[in-house]
Nanobody, 124 residues
Framework: EVQLQASGGGLVQAGGSLRLSCAVI????????LGWFRQAPGKEREGVSC????????SVAVSVNGRFTMSSDNAKNMVFLQMNSLKPEDTAVYFC?????????????????WGQGTLVTVSS
């Protein structure tokens, strides 16, 4: 059974930083991509960042480019999202997701495995 467990959310002032973590359990595919998504109240879920297995490449949404960085620790089966210079519009529930395909996609429907989400609230 594949499980993803996201953590690290919280309340932070604008301009502050948070680091999200996601533990990936039971995912045995040799080729995969791992992604961070977020969903603000009343809005659709959007892709934030993604990393692939073999190529190790990452991609980020334009809205967070230069502020958010995704990384992985393959030995620990963990992925992280370092979020700097946070803005109130970054407020959302953040999810990590896994896809047994070695390419990055910003579309949530391409990821069959999801964690429970962690809430990030940025105050102005």
């Amino acid at each position: 059974e594949v499980q993803l467990q996201a953590s690290g959310g919280g309340l932070v002032q604008a301009g502050g930083s948070l680091r999200l973590s996601c533990a990936v359990i039971g995912f045995t595919s040799d080729e995969y991509s791992l992604g961070w998504f977020r969903q603000a109240p009343g809005k659709e879920r959007e892709g934030v960042s993604c990393i692939t297995s073999h190529h190790g490449t990452t991609s980020v949404a334009v809205s967070v480019n230069g502020r958010f960085t995704m990384s992985s620790d393959n030995a620990k089966n963990m992925v992280f999202l370092q979020m700097n210079s946070l803005k109130p519009e970054d407020t959302a529930v953040y999810f990590c997701a896994a896809n047994p395909k070695d390419y990055c996609s910003g579309y949530a429907y391409e990821f069959p495995y999801w964690g429970q989400g962690t809430l990030v609230t940025v105050s102005s």
